[in-house]
C-alpha cells in the first residue's frame, strides 16, 4: 500500500516521484496489487489510470491529523497489506512493516525558513517520530542519509540510499540526428 496525498495535493517533486514508483512497482511480477491510499478532505482524486495492478482507496478519518497515525493503520489492517510506503510519515504502529521515503530534512536544518515556527516545530516533532518508528528509510544521497543518522537519529542499518533515477523520456538520442539539428541551429555547414 502506498501514500499517495502528494499526488492529491500536487506536490511537485513529491508527485513525480510517487508516479514514476507507482509505474515501476506496477511492472514487477512479484507485486499483484499496489492499494493506493488517498484522503477524502483533499478533493483531488487518486489517478489510478494507466498504472497496472492498482486500486484507489480514498478514506478518511474523523479529524485530518488522525489519518497517518489512526485511518491508515486501520485500513492496513483491513487489506491485510504486506508493506506500508510513504513519503516521509508512516504510522507509528503498524500491522505490517513500513518504509518511509525522507529525501531531505531541510524541516530541521534549516528552521528559519519556515513559517509558522509551532507548525514546523511540529512537523519535525512528527518527522523524527515517522522516521525513527518506520521499518526502513529509503533517501535520495549519501549526504541525506547522514543528515539522518546525525540529525534525526535513524539508525544507519535502517537506512537506504536510492538514487533518483531520470524519466524513462530522457535518454540518448540519435547522434547523427543530433549532429544536424545543432548544425541547422547553429547556421553551420559541417
Known amino acids: ?27 514487477l511480477p512479484e507485486i499483484s ?23 484507489a482507496k480514498v478514506f478518511r478519518a474523523s479529524r485530518g491529523w488522525l489519518w497517518t497515525p489512526v485511518a491508515v493503520p486501520q485500513q492496513l489492517k483491513r487489506d491485510q497489506a504486506d508493506v506500508f510506503h510513504a513519503p516521509y510519515l508512516v504510522p507509528s504502529k503498524a500491522p505490517c512493516p513500513t518504509v518511509a521515503t525522507v529525501h531531505d530534512v531541510t524541516l530541521r536544518l534549516f528552521p528559519q525558513y519556515n513559517r509558522p515556527r509551532i507548525k514546523a516545530g511540529i512537523r519535525n516533532l512528527v518527522l523524527n517520530a515517522s522516521a525513527r518508528s518506520a521499518t526502513a528509510v529509503i533517501t535520495d544521497s549519501e549526504h541525506s542519509r547522514r543528515d539522518l543518522i546525525r540529525v534525526v537519529r535513524v539508525r544507519p542499518d535502517r537506512i537506504h540510499v536510492i538514487p533518483l533515477a531520470a524519466g524513462e523520456h530522457f535518454t540518448p538520442g540519435d547522434v547523427e540526428t543530433a549532429r544536424r539539428r545543432v548544425r541547422e541551429l547553429l547556421g553551420l555547414d559541417r
Open 33 to 55: 496489487q499496489l492499494s493506493l491510499y488517498g484522503e477524502a478532505r483533499l478533493g483531488d482524486p487518486v489517478p489510478v489510470e494507466g498504472y497496472t495492478k492498482t486500486e
Open 1 to 27: 500500500a502506498l501514500d499517495v496525498r502528494t499526488i492529491q495535493a500536487r506536490y511537485a517533486g513529491d508527485r513525480i516521484y510517487l508516479e514514476n514508483l507507482i509505474r515501476h512497482l506496477g511492472r
